[in-house]
C-alpha cells in the first residue's frame, strides 16, 4: 500500500497557533481507519529554518483518491497562517516499485 507524506513548515514564533489549530483538526478529522493507517503523526523538529513537521499515512488497498482528497481538505486548515507551507507526497513501497520494473518482492 503507498504511503502519503505531508511535510510542513512554519516560523517558531506561529507554533502556538499551529499547535492550537493542530489540536482543533484533530476534533475535527479524526482518523478514518478506512482510508489507512497513520503511522506517524505529527513528528515535529525545529530548526534554523523554523519548525518542520511530517505525518505519514499507509493507505488502504482501493482508496488513494479518497485519501489524498481527505489529506488535502485536512492541510487546507492551515492556509490561514502566514508562513506555514507544505507539501503532500506519494510514496511507494519497495514491492510496488519493483512491480513498475518488472519485479515482485521474494
Given at each position: 500500500?503507498?504511503?502519503i507524506?505531508v511535510t510542513?513548515?512554519?516560523p517558531?514564533?506561529?507554533?502556538p497557533e499551529?499547535?492550537?489549530?493542530?489540536?482543533?483538526?484533530l476534533?475535527?478529522y479524526?482518523?478514518?481507519?478506512s482510508?489507512?493507517?497513520t503511522?506517524?503523526?505529527?513528528a515535529?523538529?525545529a530548526?534554523?529554518e523554523?519548525?518542520?513537521?511530517?505525518?505519514?499515512?499507509?493507505v488502504?488497498k482501493?482508496?488513494?483518491?479518497?485519501?489524498?482528497?481527505?489529506t488535502?481538505?485536512?492541510?487546507?486548515?492551515?492556509?490561514?497562517?502566514?508562513?506555514?507551507?507544505?507539501?503532500?507526497?506519494?510514496?511507494?513501497?519497495?514491492?510496488?516499485?519493483l512491480?513498475?520494473i518488472?519485479?515482485?518482492?521474494?
Open positions: 500500500m503507498p504511503f507524506f510542513s513548515v512554519f517558531s514564533h506561529k507554533g499551529v499547535g492550537k489549530k493542530f489540536l482543533e483538526q476534533q475535527k479524526p482518523d478514518d481507519e482510508l489507512g493507517t503511522v506517524v503523526n505529527a515535529v523538529r530548526g534554523t523554523g519548525i518542520q513537521a511530517v505525518t505519514i499515512t499507509e488502504k482501493g482508496k488513494l483518491e479518497e485519501a489524498i482528497t481527505r488535502n481538505t485536512v492541510i487546507a486548515m492551515y492556509n490561514e497562517i502566514e508562513g506555514f507551507e507544505y507539501k503532500v507526497e506519494l510514496w511507494e513501497t519497495a514491492a510496488e516499485a512491480t513498475t518488472g519485479m515482485k518482492m521474494p
